[in-house]
């Protein structure tokens, strides 16, 4: 079972820093309390790992032929990356980590299964996309309803506060679904455990990551990507769960911080271009970059180090 450590540790990352991806937004606008938030997302989460994570496992678990010994060694190098961006105060993407130690271990190995990998590299690119469009027409749709129905200043704060507690739940499910193949997906392929089985340790893993350590990155993303107002932080909490959806039925993880980011993009670019912050985008952007290939660089040298030749 010491095996596991590397995944639970994985998952503890990516709960504590993801969690700003689902309510980061609206716990910087005032709508919901984070005490309120974290209680919502570790429930819902587990409930999306558990009904839907198993949809996602096959891709992650397949992309390269991994023992036990690799597997714990691919989740503990990119549960380190994570830990290091998390303290740093980055948004981090723990799907990219993940995917870049499986990756180190492949050229051990040389098993890498290219096809998969060039679907989830199709993927990352659009689920940015995907975001910023699903934001874009969100912002306007909702916004003409709002102005519509919804004049009265106290009438449309409820409206808001029941939303997005409506929305964050159901990003949260979301994410669980999509995301907890990331945490042991690989546990699953090298057949260490059930798909369901690594569903529920993954998504219990990252339930303690945002209930422990999570107030740290909500902040980068709640509030220095682009001003948000209560509305926007809706409207962001929205298009990111439907995107993390729409690819948990394609059966690809993707970054929910790639979504997250993206749908607020999409709402500066809808407001004003002016407002988003160029610093902060590169920021996040350089760490992308470094994400998958310091995960990457660390697997190949810890197997090279721990994991006898033959």
């Given at each position: 079972m010491w095996k596991l450590f590397g995944g639970i540790f994985l998952g503890w990352g990516l709960g504590s820093n993801d969690f700003a991806n689902?309510?980061?937004?609206s716990v910087a606008t005032g709508l919901i309390r984070y005490r309120r938030a974290v209680l919502l997302c570790s429930v819902f989460l587990l409930l999306g790992a558990a009904i839907e994570g198993p949809k996602c496992m096959t891709t992650m678990g397949t992309l390269s032929t991994l023992s036990d010994t690799t597997a714990c060694i691919c989740t503990f190098s990119a549960a380190l990356v994570i830990a290091g961006l998390t303290w740093l105060a980055l948004p981090a993407s723990?799907?990219?980590?993940i995917v870049g130690a499986i990756l180190g271990a492949g050229l051990v190995s040389?098993?890498?299964?290219?096809?998969?990998?060039?679907?989830?590299?199709?993927?990352?690119?659009?689920?940015?996309?995907?975001?910023?469009?699903f934001s874009m027409l969100?912002?306007?749709?909702?916004g003409l309803l709002f102005n519509r129905f919804l004049r009265d200043i106290?009438?449309?704060?409820?409206?808001?506060?029941?939303?997005?507690?409506i929305a964050g739940s159901y990003g949260s499910y979301t994410f669980g679904a999509n995301n907890v193949a990331n945490i042991t997906g690989v546990y699953a392929g090298s057949g260490?455990?059930?798909?369901?089985?690594?569903?529920?340790?993954?998504?219990?893993?990252?339930?303690?990551?945002?209930?422990?350590?999570s107030y740290k990155v909500m902040e980068t993303v709640g509030?220095?990507?682009?001003?948000?107002?209560?509305?926007?932080?809706?409207?962001?909490?929205?298009?990111?769960?439907?995107?993390?959806?729409?690819f948990?039925?394609?059966?690809?993880?993707?970054?929910?911080?790639?979504?997250?980011?993206?749908?607020?993009?999409?709402?500066?670019?809808?407001?004003?271009?002016?407002?988003?912050?160029?610093?902060?985008?590169?920021?996040?952007?350089?760490?992308?970059?470094?994400?998958?290939?310091?995960?990457?660089?660390?697997?190949?040298?810890?197997?090279?180090?721990?994991?006898?030749?033959?």
């Open positions: 689902i309510f980061g937004t723990t799907c990219q980590a040389g098993t890498t299964d290219l096809g998969k990998f060039y679907k989830i590299l199709a993927c990352w690119v659009l689920t940015p996309l995907g975001a910023i469009l969100l912002y306007r749709l909702l106290y009438r449309r704060q409820m409206v808001l506060t029941a939303g997005i507690v260490m455990l059930s798909p369901f089985t690594a569903a529920l340790i993954g998504g219990a893993s990252m339930a303690l990551g945002v209930i422990t350590y509030k220095k990507v682009v001003p948000l107002d209560a509305f926007s932080a809706f409207v962001a909490t929205m298009a990111n769960a439907l995107t993390l959806h729409l948990t039925q394609v059966g690809v993880p993707v970054s929910s911080t790639q979504a997250i980011i993206g749908a607020v993009i999409g709402i500066g670019i809808t407001k004003d271009y002016r407002t988003v912050s160029s610093k902060i985008l590169f920021q996040i952007g350089a760490g992308w970059l470094l994400t998958p290939l310091s995960a990457g660089l660390l697997t190949y040298g810890l197997i090279q180090l721990l994991v006898p030749a033959g």
